[in-house]
C-alpha cells in the first residue's frame, strides 16, 4: 500500500514536471550578435576577438561574427588567425566584398599573394579593379655587391712536400655579383618571375714545374645568367612553380707556354665556354600557419649532369611575418661522400619596418641550387658551411632596402706530383665574405 | 484482498482522470497558448511569447515550429531561429513559408549562401514564387550579379506588371546593364504606381 502511494506520488509529481518543461534557450544567454557589433564599432579588437571565439564555441558560427572575428584578428596583425575565420566567414557569403577583402591582405601579410589573387573572383567589379590594380603591378629587384676572401693568403700555406716536380695552385681573389629582376603578375592565377644576374670572379693559376719552369697568371671567370619562373596559383592552397636557368660560363686562360714539357704539365687549356642548364620547379602547399614545399632539378653544370631534390618547411608560429623559420633539406645525387646540405633560416621583426634573417646551411653547395634555382652554386671549390645574416628595411610602401652578409668556408685545393708522377691534392680551409646591398621596388 | 482490489480500482481511476486533465488542458490552452504569443508579439516581448508556445510546445508540430522560428528570429536569436525553422522543413518538406521564414534569420546571420540555397529550394518547389523571386533577385542585385538578378525580375515583371517593387528592382537591374531603354520604360510606370518616387525620379534623371 505504501509503495503504492509513493509510485502515485513520484507520477503526480513527474507529471507536474513535465507541464513546466525547463528550456535551455530561454535561460538568458549573451546576446553575441550586438556585443560583437558594438565592439566591432569601438574597435576594440582584443575583446572581439576573445567575444567572437566564444561565440562560435557556443555555436553561433555564423557569418556575421566569423567575420568579425577575423577583422579582430586581423587588426591584431594576427594574420593567419584571421584567414582561418575569414576563410569560414566566405564559404558562408563567397562574395562579401569585405571579407574578401581582408583575407586578400591576411594571404598577402603572410606571402601568401599568389594565393590572394584567388579571391579577386568573389568580389564585386569595383573593389576586384581596385585590388587588381595593385597585385598586377610590377616588382623590380636589384642586388649587387662584393666578394671578398682569404684564399689567396691562405693556399699559400699548404702543406706540400719539398719534393715536388709539380704543383698547381687556384686561388680566388675577388669577385662582384650583380642581379636584376623583375616580378609582373599576369592574370589572377600567374605570375612571372624573371632575372639576369652577373658574376665577375677574378682567380689566380700559378703552376711550378721543378727545374722547367714556373708560371702565374690572372684570369677572369665571368658568368651570365638567365632565370625565368612562372608561378601558377592552382587553388587557394597549392602553386606550382616551375623554373629554368640558363648560365653561360666564359673562363679566361690564364697563361700559355710553347715548351712541350711545359705544356705536357699544364694539360689542356682551362679557358673556355660552358652553357649551363637548370629545369625543374618546386610545388608549395599552403596552409594559415606553415607551408611545405618540395621541388626537383635536372642541372647541366660545367658539362656534368646531375639532380637535385629538396623539401622545405616554413612555419609562421606568430600567424604573421614577426617571426618565421624555414628548414630545408636538399640531396644532390652526384655528390656520393656528401649528397644532403641542409640550411635553417629564422626571420623575424626587430624594429619598426626592419626584419632581420639569419641562416645556416650545412654541406657541400658544389653544383647545387637554392630557393628554385633562384641561386645557381656554380663552384668548383667545395664549401663546409655558410652562415648569413640579411637585414631588410622598409622604407615604405613601395621601397625595400637590404644589406645581406654571408660567411662561407671552403676548401682551397692544390695539387701536385711527386717523384713517382701520381696527381696528389691538399686541402685548407679558407674563408669567403660575401656582402650584398639591394633594393626592391614594388610599382604603385 | 478484496481491500486490494479495491485499492487498485481506486488508483487506476485517479491515474486516468490526471491523464484526461492533463489532456484536456493541452486541448484548451493550445489556441490560448497561441494567442497569449500573438498578444506578448505585439508588446515586442518576445520570450514570454515563445514560452507560452513553450508550454504547450510538441517536437512534430509543424505549426508550434514555424511559430518558434518566427518568435526567436524577432528575438535575435538566429540560432534557435533557424533550429526550428528547420525543424518545420522536416515535418512539411514542401512547405514554402518555412523555407521563406528560414532565409530571415539566415539572412540576419550573413549567411547568404544558405539564403541562396532557400530561396533555390522554393523555386524549386514553386517556379514562379513571387518572394523566391524577388528576394532572390535583390540578392544578386546586392551581388552587382545584374544578369542573375535580371532573370528573376524579368520573370516576375510579366507575372506582376504592376507591382511597384517589381518594377522599381527590374528598372534599377536594366540600369546597371546599361539597358537605358528598358529601365526608362520601367521608372515612368513605377511612377504611375507612386507619383512620387524618390527612387524612380532618380532613376530617370540619371537617363537624361
Known amino acids: 500500500m ?40 569601438q574597435q576594440n579588437w582584443d575583446s572581439l576577438l576573445i567575444t567572437g571565439k566564444k561565440a562560435l564555441k557556443a555555436g553561433y558560427d555564423y557569418f556575421n561574427i566569423q567575420v568579425r572575428t577575423g577583422a579582430a584578428a586581423y587588426h591584431l596583425r594576427k594574420y593567419s588567425l584571421a584567414a582561418r575565420y575569414l576563410e569560414e566567414a566566405i564559404t558562408l557569403n563567397s562574395k562579401d566584398d569585405y571579407a574578401n577583402e581582408l583575407l586578400f591582405y591576411a594571404y598577402t601579410f603572410t606571402g601568401r599573394s599568389a594565393q590572394a589573387a584567388h579571391l579577386l573572383d568573389h568580389l564585386s567589379k569595383a573593389k576586384s579593379r581596385e585590388l587588381t590594380k595593385n597585385y598586377r603591378n610590377p616588382t623590380f ?5 662584393p666578394v671578398f676572401n682569404t684564399d689567396a693568403k691562405i693556399s699559400g700555406h699548404i702543406p706540400v712536400p719539398d719534393s715536388l716536380l709539380f704543383n698547381e695552385q687556384y686561388t680566388e681573389q675577388n669577385a662582384f655579383y650583380l642581379l636584376a629582376g623583375w616580378k609582373q603578375p599576369v592574370g589572377k592565377y600567374l605570375t612571372l618571375n624573371t632575372a639576369v644576374s652577373h658574376i665577375n670572379l677574378n682567380k689566380n693559376r700559378s703552376t711550378n714545374i721543378r727545374y722547367v719552369d714556373s708560371l702565374s697568371g690572372d684570369f677572369t671567370v665571368k658568368q651570365t645568367e638567365f632565370y625565368i619562373s612562372p608561378s601558377v596559383c592552382l587553388n587557394k592552397r597549392v602553386l606550382l612553380i616551375p623554373a629554368l636557368r640558363y648560365a653561360v660560363t666564359n673562363v679566361a686562360e690564364p697563361f700559355s707556354s710553347d715548351d712541350s714539357i711545359t705544356k705536357l704539365y699544364l694539360g689542356s687549356p682551362i679557358g673556355i665556354k660552358y652553357n649551363n642548364l637548370v629545369v625543374g620547379g618546386e610545388i608549395i602547399y599552403a596552409r594559415n600557419y606553415w607551408q611545405a614545399s618540395m621541388g626537383a632539378w635536372h642541372l647541366s653544370i660545367n658539362d656534368d649532369r646531375s639532380m637535385q631534390v629538396s623539401a622545405s618547411v616554413m612555419v609562421l608560429p606568430l600567424g604573421n611575418l614577426d617571426l618565421y623559420s624555414t628548414t630545408g633539406v636538399s640531396f644532390k645525387s652526384d655528390q656520393k661522400s656528401q649528397p ?94 660575401i656582402i650584398t646591398g639591394g633594393v626592391t621596388w614594388n610599382v604603385r | 484482498m478484496e481491500r486490494s482490489i479495491k485499492m487498485k480500482i481506486i488508483v487506476s481511476l485517479f491515474l486516468l482522470l490526471m491523464l484526461n486533465t492533463a489532456s484536456a488542458q493541452n486541448k ?62 522536416m515535418i512539411l518538406p514542401l512547405s514554402i513559408e518555412a523555407k521563406l521564414g528560414y532565409a530571415f534569420p539566415a539572412y540576419a546571420m550573413g549567411n547568404k549562401e544558405l539564403v541562396i540555397k532557400k530561396y533555390k529550394e522554393i523555386l524549386a518547389i514553386d517556379p514562379n514564387n513571387y518572394y523566391g523571386n524577388y528576394r532572390l533577385g535583390s540578392l544578386y542585385f546586392e551581388r552587382q550579379d545584374y544578369q542573375e ?60
Do not use: C
Open chain 1, 141 to 145: 629587384y636589384l642586388e649587387a655587391g
Open chain 1, 340 to 433: 644532403l646540405f641542409a640550411t635553417q633560416t629564422i626571420g623575424f621583426k626587430t624594429f619598426n619596418r626592419t626584419w632581420l634573417e639569419l641562416s645556416a646551411t650545412k654541406g657541400n653547395l658544389v653544383n647545387t641550387v637554392e630557393l628554385n634555382a633562384q641561386l645557381l652554386n656554380n663552384q668548383v671549390v667545395k664549401s663546409n658551411y655558410r652562415l648569413a645574416s640579411l637585414l631588410i628595411f622598409d622604407l615604405n610602401t613601395q621601397f625595400r632596402l637590404t644589406l645581406r652578409y654571408q660567411f662561407m668556408e671552403n676548401e682551397a685545393l692544390t695539387y701536385f706530383t711527386e717523384s713517382d708522377n701520381a696527381v696528389q691534392s691538399a686541402y685548407s680551409n679558407y674563408y669567403k665574405h
Open chain 1, 2 to 41: 505504501r509503495s503504492l502511494l509513493t509510485s502515485i506520488l513520484l507520477l503526480v509529481t513527474l507529471t507536474l514536471t513535465a507541464q513546466k518543461p525547463i528550456d535551455s534557450t530561454l535561460i538568458h544567454e549573451p546576446d553575441y550578435d550586438s556585443i560583437t557589433l558594438q565592439l566591432y564599432h
Open chain 2, 28 to 89: 484548451v490552452s493550445l489556441p490560448k497558448a497561441f494567442a497569449e504569443s500573438y498578444a506578448y508579439e505585439q508588446k515586442y516581448e518576445y520570450l514570454k511569447a515563445i514560452e507560452s508556445i513553450k508550454k504547450v510546445y510538441k517536437t512534430d508540430s509543424y505549426e508550434m515550429n514555424l511559430r518558434l522560428g518566427w518568435l526567436y528570429y524577432q528575438a535575435k536569436n538566429y540560432k534557435e531561429s533557424l533550429n526550428y525553422y528547420n525543424k518545420a522543413i
Open chain 2, 149 to 208: 538578378a535580371n532573370r528573376h525580375f524579368d520573370k516576375l515583371i510579366n507575372l506582376y506588371p504592376f507591382d511597384y517593387d517589381v518594377m522599381i528592382m527590374s528598372a534599377w537591374t536594366y540600369f546597371r546593364l546599361n539597358k537605358l531603354r528598358e529601365a526608362k520604360v520601367l521608372f515612368n510606370k513605377a511612377l504611375l504606381n507612386r507619383p512620387d518616387d524618390v527612387s524612380a525620379s532618380e532613376g530617370l534623371s540619371l537617363i537624361k
